[in-house]
């Protein structure tokens, strides 16, 4: 193998690991701040992508409207979602379990009702973006250089939300003390919803950027779900940066493995990493015990 | 849990067993028989879920692994090393034993209830991949066949006994015999001295350790015994119908169902997981018509039962007409 | 002591009921708290006195009777309602955002919108009676010791104006010499006019803030009064102080 391809290879698994950081970082929002794992967040992936196709090719509004129409929705539609069912299960007992229970039996829901809207057919989405980026023997696609850009952008905006704004106070301290940010007087329940509407927004968005690679069907939040777990164990289940570091730390270790095997390998060799860590870090790679 | 049987209770267990017994002396019609084999390997199954899960407070999302796990082991060993599926369901149950032994070491040590789920669901996924990547063994997704079936044999007194897809009737009281054992099983383990502990663990680990039980052991044995009991439904699914995709042998959708089949039946009781099984199954077979929604509904039940009535159907009765409290 | 000639009723316990599961805490509790004044609720260990707190707080449903706030029934309504009406808490063992810092910890203590316009002001003031906050501003709050995470915890609870103080065991874990600088505080607390409610196990140690107090046990009231009437009753003396 030539080292430029090598370099390409990290390159491309670096591009991908900024989108599974996208999703790992929804997930830790939600389980940093109510600790609930949400076993739907897969489908907000599956949906978003399906809006973004929806309004871009069957509807042929420009991308640059049509995805954040697409996110925008999204975010709604897990607010809502929130609102219906996790609101409730949270106060009870046994929420742990229920939580989890009650999400993946959202999240049979969310696929059959994209299966009834939309049909079993694989649904893609042209370029954003046409021609490859040539660097010496590197060449990668604008359409991928424009994903990373995108992702580092969320990141930055992300970062920038959860120090700088009110909002983002408010975010850290309910996930640091819920009991604490209810007595300063945040309204901890209206913070719940924003986050679980922020995390399938994030879902959504890496499913709009990686509609032109990956083409859309009713059954692709279940991967993609599974992923961003992988993500958030290997950053430390509840923690934002940890889920950006472990999202690009597992694109640059799958390209590296698909390298080494083949790519009918590379979700075995994630989940095989995965149990690895809880193994022997619980905590994640870069937490505290 | 511990109290002795009432006598009520013992009609009631009864009534059900002869029921079942005699069931096929009424109809012998192929697809009643068909639906209730599927019921019975759906109620071992979730049985064997809801004893770890309901019964040992270790919620796992990655059961039909062992299903795979024992569907695909038993039929390979038959159909290559030519062993009796007679032998090979025993075989099966052994291999997903031994899986559930290596996926419980790592996940016993984690308390946090949202990891064990990750990697239970993960280690199924790692199962179901490698089955459809190894093609050269096991056909990948083309699907296995060519199951070897179960040899017939002769009964003193009834005649001559064989399992062939025309008469399911011998393999109707073979699932009834496999389940009433799994059963005894479960439901003598649950009423020992180790069932007491395994509850004590269940509702408080530090309660448990501090009585003198040893937490990881317990747990590990616990896990092993549910990943062999799904493993022999696996199995007896493989000899049954005869061909296995990893789609319907280690697919997520089938440990929804179980999941639907024990939350509705109600989580943490003998009768439940039966209970659901016979109701979803019989219930989805009564709608075939509606087959695109079938998992749809499952969903929406998973939902509804979690936050309307969460202890699952065999609670119903207490919830309509309470109890006065003491 | 802050003590006006006719103290005014502020807050109003009428047969308050709480239940936990199979469990019930608190039996029939009422109690009045005065604007203005320092008031105690004393008992020992699941007496139920963290919960009355938590209670009038919104943090812990009232299953039946009323909490009444300057006339207005505020039973079960949430927190950030109560720091928009002018009730503030310190939660058992601080409960800091330790992994921010205190100055950040300090200025989410204005973060109601009905109070945020105070918030410069309010940081002047919290800092001009805790030295200590501008001192370590960009300090991370789970690095401080427990007394400092008190003043932390007490500046942060009246960065929103409060009117009134709940303190849910002030004192809990922490040196005599901490104690000490804590009931200097809820005095300049209360010197401000802010009303203090706090709850404690030690009788002779409340009793030296406090203009009257409650004696819960078992989740019931048994005893309230003035300090020096509890200090005098049987109950207090035999139980308590084991005279």
């Not at chain 1, 599974?226 to 390209?255: C, H, R, Y």
């Not at chain 2, 530090?206 to 009585?211: I, N, P």
Request: with cysteine.
């Amino acid at each position: 193998m030539n080292l430029a391809i090598f370099i390409e290879q990290i390159l491309n698994g670096l591009i991908t690991g900024s989108m599974y950081a996208l999703i790992g970082s929804g997930i830790a929002l939600v389980y940093g701040t109510m600790k609930v794992l949400n076993l739907a967040h897969g489908e907000f992936y599956m949906l978003g992508g399906y809006f973004t196709w929806y309004l871009a090719v069957s509807l042929g509004i420009n991308p640059a409207i049509a995805i954040p129409a697409a996110v925008a929705i999204a975010f709604c539609l897990g607010m809502l979602i929130q609102k219906l069912t996790v609101e409730y299960l949270i106060l009870r007992d046994n929420w742990a379990f229920t939580t989890i229970a009650a999400t993946m039996g959202l999240s049979i829901i969310l696929q059959n009702a994209a299966l009834l809207v939309f049909g079993a057919n694989f649904n893609t989405v042209p370029s954003y973006v046409s021609g490859v980026m040539v660097l010496g023997d590197i060449r990668i696609s604008w359409q991928r250089v424009l994903i990373f850009v995108v992702a580092l952008a969320t990141i930055g905006f992300m970062t920038w939300l959860l120090k700088y704004t009110r909002l983002g106070w408010s975010i850290r301290a309910t996930s640091q003390d819920r009991d604490a940010a209810q007595v300063v007087g945040i309204p901890v329940k209206r913070v719940y919803m924003i986050c679980f509407g922020l995390a399938a927004a994030l879902g959504a968005l890496a499913a709009a950027m990686l509609a032109p690679i990956n083409a859309i069907n009713p059954w692709s939040g279940m991967p993609v779900l599974l992923k961003g777990f992988v993500v958030v164990v290997l950053g430390g289940l509840g923690s934002f940066p940890g889920a950006i570091i472990g999202g690009l730390l597992l694109g640059v270790v799958e390209a590296v493995g698909v390298q080494l095997t083949s790519s009918e390998w590379r979700d075995v060799i994630s989940f095989t990493l995965m149990i690895a860590v809880i193994w022997w870090r619980p905590w994640g790679l870069f937490g505290k015990k | 849990m511990f109290k002795p049987l009432t006598q009520k209770s013992w009609a009631g267990i009864g009534a059900a067993l002869a029921l079942a017994l005699v069931l096929p002396l009424i109809t012998r019609d192929p697809y009643v028989m068909h639906v209730m084999v599927l019921v019975m390997i759906f109620a071992i199954f979730a049985s064997a879920w809801n004893l770890v899960t309901g019964f040992g407070g270790l919620k796992t999302f990655g059961h039909h692994a062992f299903f795979g796990l024992g569907a695909y082991g038993s039929a390979l060993l038959a159909l290559n090393l030519g062993l009796s599926p007679w032998i090979t369901l025993w075989l099966g149950g052994l291999i997903a034993a031994a899986a559930g032994l290596l996926i419980g070491t790592p996940i016993l040590r984690i308390r946090s209830m949202p990891h064990v789920a990750i990697v239970t669901l993960g280690f199924a996924e790692i199962v179901r991949i490698c089955i459809a990547n190894f093609s050269g063994l096991t056909r990948g997704e083309m699907g296995l066949w060519g199951i070897p079936q179960f040899e017939g044999f002769t009964l003193p007194g009834i005649g001559k006994v064989t399992f062939s897809p025309a008469d399911k009737v011998s393999f109707y009281y073979l699932a009834l015999a496999l389940l009433v054992l799994m059963m005894v099983v479960i439901v003598r383990l649950m009423r020992s001295k180790t069932g007491l502990a395994m509850l004590a663990m269940r509702d408080g680990e530090d309660a448990a350790e501090s009585l003198g039980v040893n937490l990881t052991r317990m747990k590990l044995m616990v896990f092993g015994l549910s990943a062999f009991i799904v493993g022999v439904a696996g199995a007896f699914y493989a000899h049954y119908l005869l061909i296995l995709t990893p789609a319907s042998a280690v697919g997520v959708d089938l440990m929804i169902s179980i999941i639907a089949m024990v939350l509705v039946g109600g989580l943490g009781t003998f009768a439940g997981p039966l209970v659901g099984a016979l109701v979803l199954t019989v219930l989805i077979e009564l709608m075939r018509d509606l087959e695109n929604y079938r998992l749809l509904g499952y969903g929406l039940l998973i939902v509804l039962i979690v936050m309307f009535l969460p202890r699952g159907l065999v609670t119903l009765r207490e919830r309509l007409f309470p109890r006065p409290q003491e | 002591m802050a003590t006006e000639p006719t103290p005014k009723l502020m807050l109003d316990v009428q047969n308050v009921n709480v239940i936990y599961g199979n469990y019930q805490v608190l039996w029939d509790v009422s109690m009045q708290a005065n604007a203005g004044q320092v008031m105690a609720v004393l008992g020992p260990n699941g007496s139920g006195k963290s919960t009355i707190l938590k209670a009038i707080m919104g943090l812990t449903p009232v299953r039946s009777g009323k909490v009444i706030f300057e006339g207005e029934d505020i039973t079960n309504r949430p927190a950030h309602e109560m720091i928009e009406r002018g009730i503030s808490m310190v939660l058992e063992r601080r409960r800091l955002f330790t992994g921010m810092t205190v100055y950040e910890n300090v200025m989410l203590g204005a973060y109601h919108k009905s109070v945020q316009k105070y918030a410069k002001e309010r940081l002047e003031w919290v800092e001009s009676l805790f030295p200590i906050l501008k001192e370590r501003r960009d300090q991370v709050a789970g690095k401080m010791s427990g007394g400092e995470q008190q003043m932390v915890a007490i500046a942060r609870a009246l960065m929103s104006k409060p009117k009134m103080l709940l303190m849910d065991e002030p004192y809990l874990g922490l040196t005599p010499r901490i104690v000490g600088q804590i009931a200097e505080i809820i005095h300049k607390v209360n010197a401000e006019g802010i009303a203090v409610i706090f709850n404690e196990q030690n009788v002779k140690l409340s009793f030296g803030i406090s203009n009257y107090g409650y004696l819960l046990e078992s989740g019931r009231v048994m005893l309230n009064g003035t300090g020096e009437e509890m200090m005098n009753s049987d109950v207090i003396r035999r139980v308590y102080l084991g005279e």
